[in-house]
C-alpha cells in the first residue's frame, strides 16, 4: 500500500526550525522512495548532521536496496527545536527519501552507536507513534530492529526492540527483512514472526529470554534464560565474511548542508588485533580483514568522480596497519595530485608514523594531526596494552611538524585500571616534552604557530573487553585528577581539555548495566532527558530523579569491581573473543604484561578466528615497525609495535 507523503504538512513548518536543511530530500545520491516494496526505515538516534555521516546507515540502506523485493529509506531524529513543534503540530517521524512517517514501514532498525543515545531511541520511537517497549506493539505495528555497537550489551535497551542484530549486518540484515517479509506475506502473527528471527544467526529477541536473578545467574552462567525450546542459550556475533573482497566504494549521499566528517569516506580494512584492553572496538570487529589497494585506489577515484567531494578519508579502526597502506597513500595521491584533493587517514599509529607517512599523508593540505597514547607512563601504557612508547611519540611528532604540520592533539584517559597520580603527572611532562619537540622541529621563525591539544576522556568500562570488570572512578575523583593534570602542565601553550565526568558516568552504567536499566532510561527519558551526548542538553537532574523512581543504585553498576570470574550480564552475547581469553588479558594487565598482534605474528589464542570461522585476511604480509618486540613483562626491553590512533579505539 502507498505510504502517506507528509511534505505537504512539513514544508511549512521549516521556516520555524533551526538548520532546516536537515530535513529536506533529494540529496545528490539519495534513492527513490520505497514505494510499494517492502519497506525498511533505517534510523539514526540523532541529528542529520551526525547520521548522514555515518557509515553504517549508509552501509545498511545500500545493502538493503541492493536486495530484491526490499526497499530502504533513512530518517534521522529531529533536533530539539523541530522534534517540539512536530509534537505541537502532530507530525510524526518522517522518512527522507519519501517523507513518509516512519510508522508506516514494515520494519524500522535503530543504530545504537554509543551509549548516550539511549534516550534519543525513545524520543524516536515515541515521535514515530510506535510503542516504547516490544510487548505493547500491536500485529500492525512495524518491527524494531536494533544493532551497532552497544548491542554488544544490549540488556539496556531490550525492552524497545523486537529483536537486535549483534555484529555486522550487511548481510544479516537484508536476510532478516527477506525472512519478515515472507512471515507476513503468510499472514504469520508477530509472536511467530519473533521466533523465526531468533533462528537467524546473530540475532537475538529479548522477549524469548527470562531474566534471572544475580544468584541464578552466577549458578547459571548467564542472566538470560530462554523461556521456549530451540531459543539459542547463547547468540553468537555475526561477521561479513566477504568484506575484504567486497567493492570499497559504496553508493553516498551528498548533502546539501554541512554535516560531521563532510567528506568521501573509504573503508580501507575492518577489524583490529592490537589489543588495546579498554578498546570494545578492537574485540567487537575481529578478526582483521584488509581491502586490496587495487580496490581502495578505484573506489577513490570513483567516488571523487561521482560525489564532487575536495577531501577523501581512509577509514578503519588502524589504517596505518593496512600491510599496504603505502602503496595505497602513493597511488591516491597521484591520482589527485593538483586537483586540490586532500587525503586523510584519521587512525595514524604512532610507531608507523614516521617520515614516508608523514610525508604521503595530507600531500599539501595540513591541518591538524591527532594521536593517541592514552596514558602518561609507559607503565600504564604496558596495563593497558597499548604498545607504544615516548620514543615512538617523539619520533611521530619529529616527522609530522618536519613535514609541515603545525597542530598536535594528544588523547588520554583519566581513570584507568591500577592509575596513580604519577601516571596523571605523565601526562602532563609527555604533552610538555611533545611540545618541546614539536617546536624544535620547525624552522626558528614559525614556532609561534606550534600547538599541543590534550583531550581527556574518562575511562568507561566497556562489555567484552578485558577490563569489563573494572569500576569506574566517581565524577569527584575525575576532577581531583583533571585538576591534578591541569596544575601540572607549566606551558601555557599547552591546551587541557576534558570530558564531563557525568555524562561517562550515564556512559558507564548503561555500558555495565542488565535488563534492569531500560527502566531507568525510559523514566529518565520521562523526565525531558535527551540529546544526552549534547552538552547543552544533558539533564543529570533527570537521571537521578529516575534512579530514585526505578530503585536503582547507578553507582554500584558502574563504579564496583568485579572479579573476572564473575558473570556479566552481556554474558550471553558473544563477540568469538572468549571470557577465558578476556580474563587472561586482565590478569596480565595487573601484572604490566603486554600482548602481541597475531597479525603480526603468531596468534595470541582470543578465540576469534575458530569460533566465528573466519581468519585474518591480509592483501600483503605485515611487517612490525622497526624495534618492536615480543610479548614482555613491565622492566623488560622495548615494547610490541603500537595500537590505533586518533581515538579510534574508544568505542
Not at 517492502?38 to 551526525?50: A, H, I
Not at 517521524?93 to 512517517?101: I, T, V
Not at 553498576?557 to 572468549?578: D, F
Request: charged letters at 25%; proline letters at 7%; one cysteine or more.
Amino acid at each position: 500500500m502507498p505510504q502517506t507523503n507528509l511534505w505537504p504538512r512539513l514544508r511549512p513548518l521549516l521556516a520555524r526550525v533551526e538548520r532546516p536543511a536537515r530535513y529536506l530530500d533529494h540529496e545528490w545520491g539519495a534513492g527513490a522512495p520505497a514505494g510499494d516494496a517492502f519497506s525498511f526505515c533505517m534510523v539514526y538516534p540523532d541529528t542529520y548532521e551526525l547520521g548522514q555521516a555515518n557509515q553504517a546507515v549508509r552501509i545498511l540502506v545500500n545493502a538493503v536496496n541492493a536486495a530484491d523485493g526490499l526497499a530502504a529509506e533513512r530518517a534521522f531524529l529531529p533536533a530539539a527545536d523541530m522534534a517540539d513543534l512536530m509534537r505541537e503540530e502532530g507530525l510524526p517521524l518522517f522518512s527522507l527519501e519519501g517523507c513518509a512517517p516512519v510508522g508506516e514501514f514494515d520494519v524500522v532498525g535503530i543504530t545504537l552507536p554509543h551509549e548516550l543515545a539511549a534516550t534519543n531511541v525513545l524520543e524516536v520511537l515515541d515521535l514515530a507513534g510506535i510503542p516504547l517497549r516490544a510487548a505493547d506493539r500491536a500485529e500492525d505495528d512495524p518491527i524494531v530492529l536494533g544493532g551497532g555497537p552497544c548491542a554488544l550489551n544490549p540488556e539496556p535497551y531490550a525492552p524497545f526492540f523486537d529483536a537486535i542484530t549483534i555484529g555486522e549486518g550487511e548481510e544479516a540484515t537484508p536476510e532478516t527483512l527477506a525472512r519478515i517479509r515472507e512471515l507476513r506475506d503468510a499472514g504469520a502473527p508477530r509472536a511467530a514472526i519473533l521466533r523465526a528471527l531468533a533462528a537467524i544467526p546473530g540475532t537475538y529477541v529479548p522477549s524469548l529470554y527470562r531474566w534471572r536473578t544475580e544468584a541464578e545467574a552466577q549458578e547459571a552462567g548467564s542472566w538470560a534464560e530462554p523461556i521456549e525450546p530451540g531459543v539459542p542459550a547463547a547468540i553468537e556475533r555475526r561477521v561479513f565474511e566477504g568484506f575484504a573482497r567486497s567493492d570499497a566504494w559504496e553508493p553516498t549521499v551528498v548533502p546539501y548542508t554541512e554535516v560531521v566528517h563532510d567528506r568521501l569516506n573509504v573503508e580501507v580494512l575492518r577489524g583490529c588485533a592490537r589489543g588495546c584492553r579498554f578498546c570494545q572496538a578492537g574485540m567487537m570487529y575481529r578478526p582483521v580483514r584488509e581491502r586490496s589497494a587495487d580496490n581502495i585506489v578505484a573506489a577513490v577515484e570513483r567516488g571523487l568522480a561521482e560525489t564532487g567531494y575536495d577531501e577523501v578519508s581512509l577509514t578503519s579502526l588502524s589504517s596505518t596497519d593496512h600491510s599496504q597502506i603505502a602503496e595505497i597513500l602513493a597511488r591516491v595521491n597521484g591520482a589527485c595530485d593538483g586537483r586540490g584533493i586532500r587525503v586523510s587517514v584519521p587512525s595514524q599509529r604512532l610507531d608507523a608514523f614516521g617520515v614516508e607517512m608523514a610525508r604521503l599523508v595530507a600531500g599539501q593540505k595540513k591541518g591538524g594531526l591527532t594521536f593517541a597514547p592514552e596514558a602518561g607512563t609507559q607503565r600504564l601504557r604496558d596495563v593497558i596494552n597499548k604498545n607504544v612508547t615516548e620514543d615512538d611519540l617523539f619520533g611521530a611528532i619529529d616527522a609530522a611538524f618536519a613535514a609541515g604540520w603545525r597542530r598536535c592533539k594528544l588523547y588520554f584517559m583519566i581513570g584507568l585500571p591500577t592509575e596513580t597520580d604519577d601516571d596523571i603527572k605523565g601526562i602532563a611532562s609527555l604533552a610538555q616534552r611533545a611540545y618541546d619537540r614539536a617546536k624544535a622541529a620547525v624552522p626558528p621563525d614559525q614556532r609561534g604557530s606550534v600547538r599541543m591539544g590534550v583531550s581527556v576522556a574518562v575511562f568507561v568500562p566497556k562489555a567484552q573487553t578485558p577490563f569489563q570488570w573494572d569500576g569506574q572512578i566517581s565524577p569527584d575523583e575525575v576532577l581531583r585528577r583533571v585538576g591534578l593534570l591541569k596544575r601540572s602542565v607549566k606551558y601555557k601553550a599547552v591546551d587541557v581539555h576534558y570530558h564531563d565526568p557525568k555524562t561517562s558516568f550515564v556512559e558507564a552504567v548503561m555500558s555495565r548495566g542488565g535488563r534492569e536499566a531500560a527502566d531507568w532510561v525510559e523514566a529518565a527519558w520521562r523526565r525531558g532527558a535527551r540529546f544526552d551526548a549534547w552538552t547543552e542538553h544533558f539533564d543529570e537532574d533527570a537521571w537521578r530523579e529516575a534512579a530514585t523512581e526505578v530503585g536503582l543504585e547507578p553507582e554500584a553498576i558502574a563504579q564496583v569491581t568485579r572479579e573476572p570470574g564473575y558473570v556479566m550480564p552481556w554474558a550471553h552475547v558473544s563477540t568469538g573473543v572468549s571470557t577465558r581469553f578476556l580474563a587472561l588479558e586482565r590478569r596480565r594487565a595487573a601484572a604490566g604484561e603486554t600482548t602481541p598482534d597475531c597479525t603480526f605474528g603468531a596468534c595470541t589464542g582470543c578465540g576469534a578466528c575458530p569460533t566465528l570461522g573466519v581468519d585474518n585476511e591480509l592483501a600483503a604480509p605485515r611487517v612490525a615497525p622497526a624495534g618492536a618486540g615480543a610479548t614482555r613483562g613491565a622492566d623488560e626491553g622495548a615494547p610490541r609495535a603500537g595500537a590505533p590512533e586518533g581515538g579510534a579505539c574508544h568505542g
